[in-house]
Nanobody
Framework: QVQLIESGGGLVQAGGSLRLSCEAS????????MGWFRQAPGKEREFVAG????????YYGDSVKGRFTISRDNAKNTLYLQMNSLKPEDTAVYYC?????????????????WGQGTQVTVSS
């Protein structure tokens, strides 16, 4: 059974940085694309970033492009999200997701395993 465990969330002031991690187990991590999504209170879950199996292809949501960086370490079975220049509107629960294929996708339907989420709160 695939397990995804996120960590690194917390409270940060606007303009600050956080790095989220997602440790995966249960299947060959390097065979699949991975993604980050987030959900703010009262809003639908939205795509944040995606990365292909090798890390050579990355994709970002428009609202985080240029501020967030997704990366992976296949030797450590770990996915990362470096978040810089954080804004109050980035406040949300952030979810790690494991893809169904080696490529990355913006679509939630392209992921079949999800972590429990980690809270990120950005104060103004």
């Amino acid at each position: 059974q695939v397990q995804l465990i996120e960590s690194g969330g917390g409270l940060v002031q606007a303009g600050g940085s956080l790095r989220l991690s997602c440790e995966a187990s249960g299947r060959t991590f390097s065979n699949y694309g991975m993604g980050w999504f987030r959900q703010a209170p009262g809003k639908e879950r939205e795509f944040v970033a995606g990365i292909s199996w090798s890390g050579s292809n990355t994709y970002y949501g428009d609202s985080v492009k240029g501020r967030f960086t997704i990366s992976r370490d296949n030797a450590k079975n770990t996915l990362y999200l470096q978040m810089n220049s954080l804004k109050p509107e980035d406040t949300a629960v952030y979810y790690c997701a494991a893809g169904k294929t080696p490529t990355a996708t913006r679509l939630q339907s392209g992921y079949d395993y999800w972590g429990q989420g980690t809270q990120v709160t950005v104060s103004s």
